[in-house]
């Protein structure tokens, strides 16, 4: 019985030197140490010995016991630890690129009216939309346009055949917003607008537009200035100052020129700016009185302010893009730059 | 909180059904946690009286009874299984006839023993939960009264939830105060009247108050020759309803008055208290903190080890109660008690809520104490059980009112200005109804006067109005209000009494902006994209020669520019196609070979009253990048596909059919469309390479293929806008999948086989996918072979092997029948 022992030993040493995956292991355990195993069944021979040499017996096969278990765990652990070996690839260059499904971007344009937007909205603007080809009432009339201005002429203006027009800005929205819904107002419309402009580069006859329009009881010059300033700083960073100073509109009342110190040389003066510190971002004012009146709202009760923002504009000064030309190329090279503010 | 309709109608005058009731205590602030009809009894349930109960023979504990309900012939056998069912009580009988909720009563046999009729427990009338024996009522009960009269049925409980500041509303009298000044209907307080008989006897008692911070007041009267017994039966009833149950007469009024006025009592028994002094000519009650190691042996029957912080009513040596919390076994009301001692004090809340959370010991009193009770209501407490006391329990009394109010409670002075109000609500309140609104709920209208921002307890103190203050209405507040101590208490009464309804919204919800179709825009242009496109922006115009080489007539449904810079730029343009094979033809000049672009834009058809948005794209060239590991490949039909596929499931969009697509500047047979009602709304296909020659692109020598994607995006919006996803339940059984390989003729479709496998069992079978496709060697001439997997799921239980087969085989029957498959 001792040497049938030993030669279990033997061979369980050997067989599970033999083992290459975890299943081998679960295998040899169970045919060396499982409910059926030799070594198992000897236990219940030990009544065949005499009785002074039974304990020193069942030690030995404790022992031997003992030892296949120990032998088992560490050729486990070594399979497993060659399987994760195996796992980490070897000769790896951390420095090859990754694989990346392919990404666009959205246009220069279309990022920036974006932005602009949810500025407004989280000031609390709702977004507005209205069409872009108009009749002259909503594009001049309405906006107290007198008849014989010259941005109605032909030159300044595309004409329909169908005797309609291309807008010329977006306060067009503002009227047809006014006309439909009683204050309080508080909308911005974006979208394109058209001028009889040759494309140079700072021209183009298509371009965009946001228009802010705010009426509710009590607003006033402080509102607009207290949004332009909120829109200055959301789009350009805290340290971007603003001002208003003093123009003509035919629609706003008083009436006025939207500046942001310049993004460029921060009001040093520069190219950009023209040497002035400034850079003008569009016209605002009052919403006049003829106007509110116009659309059949009461301008002893409610009061509103408008701007304007020309989007491409903006987009030229926030990437540094030196013609409005480029925009319209759409040069792959040219979008591929916006990658990253397009999500 | 439990109240009772029928009780709080004896303070309140109104005619409101339960659901005004409830909406008007809701919008008073007080949340109706659970409503309880209490339904009318049928009239077969009557006052009876047991005449005899005898044990029936053979059951242990049937008895049969003979009762006097003054039925014409005269006595009813009944038999009672209650233990508490005897001789010459007074019980409530359901006669023959009754139905009480699904029980009917009829006459029947128990235990070969007649019985016409069923005495009741309080749970079978729906009065509480009560079930362990009948209801006996008062011996003086006449026999044959209605149940509904006895127990004042139909009534209804609404349970109630009270805020922690509304100290005021922990009783019948409060609510009804409340919904008084919220609903303008009269009040009705009982009359309460200072006792002036006194007994012979004037008791001897001694009252000291030795922690006045504790106990500003302790108002106690003695009473002689009190009769133990049962309260009268509506004060049971209103208790039971309330959610407390009936004891005898003198604990069953202190507690009827607890609950009518907010603010617990106590009564202790005279001849339990013990003598301060030996010398002392009687009994003493003092409120004292607990000594060291004192202990108390509470009603509940539980022992407490006391701490020092631990605020005590005790006799002359023990504690008698934890005060306000729970009286002691020892000096409780007993059957045997003649004498008392009623107690009606006031304790500071926060002593009052350490020691009852210490001790892990509540009660309805401590409930109503550590929420701040007003020592001013104590002697209206008091005189209340006074008179109940003498009325319902033949009580004597036997002192003069023993008041001890050392830390007197001064009524307070607030100043509201109106304009502060509208301030913060949002819209004005004329004086008139603020004075009358404040009246209402107690408090009393002083002066006008200089504003101030704190309250006074002086009327004298009230500054007149000057230039420099606004003028106030200054009122005097309720001291039961505990919680009404600024300005800002009296302005959210004034506008929770009149409705935070009538508060005006400044500015009107969203209604300009269409968030839908902002979203929707959105979502295609991401969507593209992280496809890898980029979006170009050309000129809204047309070329009418571009159109012309799509084959579109440049004359039908367009409008035209009388003054167009070019013209090659005098028509509002209806494609945005032209723009984009321009910009390819660009990009391909410069050297850039794949490339994906889109432009999402509105487009001005003459016959559209808005003008739609459509988003059109062209792609050319590999799929993505070239990589060093994975290499990239030509864009194809499946992966074209593939792109507007992704883009129809991140828009939930449910098309009726995806078949053939035509268009003059696309190839016939690669071309799709998704079509919803009919109408294309995503188009796809390979451009014609002859178009694309017109605008100067070869594609020839290029060796590219043109792919274009088209969607109608102003449809797209419309068709999205009522999309609402309803959550499926996971399945709870496994599912189980089953591959198929087969060859199929050329002619049959995958959209067929997919539908027919489905067929098979819609309920079981969840899916079909396509794991291969193969032509080739082995596959004869004008067959393919597919490779199908299933999935198989029961939504009620795990399918057996044997039904699994079942269906495999049915699915193999059928392809092969409808769709000529050959299983390989």
């Known amino acids: ?343 | 909180m439990k109240i009772s309709k029928n009780w709080l109608s004896h303070y309140l005058t109104h005619d409101l059904n339960d659901h005004q009731l409830s909406e008007a205590l809701t919008f008073s602030g007080i949340e109706v946690e659970a409503m309880q009809v209490m339904p009318r009894l049928p009239e077969e349930l009557v006052s009876a009286k047991v005449v005899s109960a005898d044990p029936i023979e053979g059951s242990d504990h049937l008895k049969v009874c003979r009762v006097d309900a003054n039925h014409p012939d005269g006595l009813i056998q009944v038999v009672c299984g209650a233990a508490n069912c005897h001789a010459g009580m007074m019980a409530v009988l359901a006669q023959v006839g009754a139905v009480l909720g699904d029980l009917t009563i009829k006459k029947v046999k128990l235990r070969g023993v007649e019985s016409s009729g069923m005495l009741c427990s309080e749970r079978e009338i729906g009065l509480s939960e009560e079930h362990g024996g009948i209801i006996e009522l008062p011996a003086d009960t006449p026999i044959g009264v209605s149940a509904n009269q006895l127990f004042g049925l139909p009534d209804t409980v609404f349970e109630l939830e009270i805020t922690p500041n509304r100290s005021d509303l922990l009783g019948y009298i409060g609510i009804a105060r409340d919904l008084s000044a919220n609903l303008g209907l009269p009040l009705k307080l009982p009359e309460i009247n200072e006792i002036t008989a006194f007994a012979k006897e004037n008791l001897p008692f001694k009252l000291r108050i030795d922690e006045p911070e504790l106990c500003p007041r302790y108002i106690a009267r003695l009473f002689s020759d009190v009769v133990i017994g049962a309260s009268p039966l509506w004060m049971q009833v209103d208790l039971i309803k309330s959610g407390l149950r009936p004891i005898s007469n003198v604990v069953d009024i202190t507690n009827f008055v607890m609950l009518e006025q907010g603010h617990p009592l106590h009564a202790f028994d005279y001849d339990k208290l013990l003598k301060e002094e030996p010398g002392d000519p009687g009994p003493a009650v003092i409120v004292r903190r607990a000594k060291p190691d004192e202990s108390f042996h509470a009603l509940n029957k539980k022992d407490f080890q006391l701490r020092e912080i631990d605020l005590v009513v005790a006799d002359g040596q023990n504690p008698s109660a934890l005060a306000g919390v729970m009286g002691s076994s020892g000096s409780a009301i007993s059957n045997q008690t003649s004498r008392i001692v009623l107690e009606s004090a006031a304790f500071d809340p926060s002593s009052i809520r350490r020691t009852s959370y210490h001790h892990k010991l509540t009660s309805d009193s401590s409930y109503r104490f550590e929420r701040h009770l007003s020592p001013e209501r104590t002697l209206v407490n008091s005189l209340r059980a006074t008179e109940l006391l003498i009325k319902y329990a033949q009580a004597k009394v036997a002192s003069e009112l023993i008041d001890h109010y050392p830390v007197v409670d001064t009524a307070k002075y607030l100043a509201l200005r109106p304009a502060n109000f509208a301030r913060l609500i949002g819209y004005p309140m004329e004086t008139e109804k603020i004075k009358s609104y404040l009246t209402r709920l107690g408090c009393e209208f002083i002066q006008l006067g200089a504003w101030c921002n704190e309250a006074l307890d002086d009327v004298a103190k009230i500054q007149a109005v000057t230039d420099d203050q606004p003028a106030a209405l200054w009122f005097k507040v309720p001291q039961n209000r505990v919680d009404l101590v600024r300005e800002a208490d009296l302005i959210e009464e004034l506008s929770r009494l009149d409705g935070y309804d009538k508060i005006p919204m400044k500015t009107p919800p969203s209604r300009i902006m269409d968030h839908h179709a902002s979203r929707i825009q959105d979502l295609v242009a991401r969507h593209l994209v992280s496809q890898g496109f980029f979006e170009v922006l050309n000129y809204s115009f047309n070329d009418p020669a571009s159109l012309q080489d799509l084959g579109i007539d440049p004359d039908i449904n367009t409008q035209k520019l009388i003054n167009p810079q070019n013209s090659n730029q005098s028509i509002m343009r209806v494609s945005l196609l032209p723009g984009l094979l321009e910009n390819i033809h660009y990009n391909l000049n410069h050297y850039e070979r794949d490339l994906k672009l889109f432009e999402l834009a509105r487009i001005y058809p003459a016959d559209h009253e808005t003008e739609p948005l459509r988003c059109t794209a062209l792609l050319t060239g590999n799929i993505g990048e070239t990589h060093w590991k994975y290499k990239t490949k030509p864009l194809d039909f499946t992966i074209v596909k593939g792109i507007l596929e992704s883009l129809a499931q991140l828009l939930d969009l449910q098309a009726d059919e995806v078949r053939e697509y035509r268009a003059p500047w696309l190839m016939e047979a690669n071309s799709l469309a998704w079509y919803v009602g009919g109408e294309a709304v995503m188009m796809m296909g390979l451009m014609d390479a002859e178009v694309c020659e017109k605008f100067g692109i070869d594609l020839g020598t290029l060796d590219q293929q043109l792919w274009m994607i088209d969607i109608d995006v102003h449809r797209l919006i419309e068709l999205t806008r009522k999309s609402e996803l309803t959550f499926q339940e996971l399945p709870r059984f496994p599912a189980v999948y089953r591959d198929l390989s087969f060859l199929v003729p050329e002619s049959e479709k995958w959209q067929r086989i997919s539908e027919q496998v489905m067929s098979v069992d819609p309920e079981l079978i969840s899916g079909v996918q396509l794991l291969d496709q193969y032509r080739g060697k082995q596959v004869p001439e004008g067959y393919r072979s597919l490779h199908i997997r299933f999935k198989l799921q029961d939504q009620e239980k795990t399918l057996t092997e044997e039904r699994i087969e079942q269906i495999v085989a049915s699915v193999i029957d059928l392809l092969t029948k409808q769709c000529n498959i050959q299983m390989r």
């Open chain 1, 1 to 343: 019985m001792h040497t049938q022992l030993k030669e279990l030993v033997a061979k369980a040493e050997e067989s599970i030197a033999a083992c290459r995956t975890p299943n081998d292991i679960l295998d040899a355990r169970a045919a060396y140490l499982g409910k059926k195993s030799v070594l198992n069944g000897l236990y219940a021979r030990l009544r065949e010995l005499a009785p002074e040499e039974r304990p020193a017996f069942g030690q030995l096969i404790n022992e031997a016991r003992a030892k296949i278990e120990a032998l088992l765990v560490a050729q486990d652990k070594e399979i497993k630890n060659a399987v994760r070996a195996q796992q980490v690839q070897q000769e790896l260059d951390l420095d090859m690129p990754g694989w990346m499904s392919p990404l666009g971007s959205l246009h220069p344009v279309t990022i920036v009216r974006k932005k602009i937007e949810a500025v407004f909205m989280s000031m609390g603007f709702e977004v507005a939309q209205g069409p872009e080809i108009e009749d002259e009432y909503h594009n001049f009339d309405a906006l107290n346009t007198p008849q014989d201005h010259p941005s109605r002429n032909l030159a300044d203006t595309f004409y329909l055949q169908n005797g309609k027009l291309l807008r010329t800005q977006t306060s067009t929205v503002q009227i047809r917003v006014m006309e439909k819904y009683k204050p309080p107002i508080k909308i911005i419309s974006p979208g394109r607008c058209y001028r009889n402009d040759k494309p140079d580069p700072s021209h183009s006859p298509v371009f965009q537009q946001v228009e802010a329009l705010w009426v509710d009881k009590g607003i006033s010059m402080s509102d607009l200035k207290d949004s332009l300033q909120n829109f200055a700083t959301a789009m350009f960073g805290a340290d971007v100052k603003s001002r208003i100073r003093p123009h003509f509109f035919p629609f706003t009342e008083p009436s006025a020129e939207m500046d942001i110190s310049c993004v460029s040389c921060a009001g040093e003066g520069c190219r950009v700016c023209k040497q002035s510190g400034w850079l003008e971002m569009g016209g605002a004012g009052m919403v006049d009185p003829a106007v509110l009146e116009m659309v059949g709202i009461d301008p002893e009760i409610y009061s509103g302010f408008a701007f304007g923002l020309g989007i491409e504009r903006i987009a030229m000064l926030k990437y540094n893009i030196g013609d409005m030309r480029i925009l319209f190329e759409n040069d792959v090279r040219m979008l591929r730059q916006f990658r990253g503010e397009s999500l």
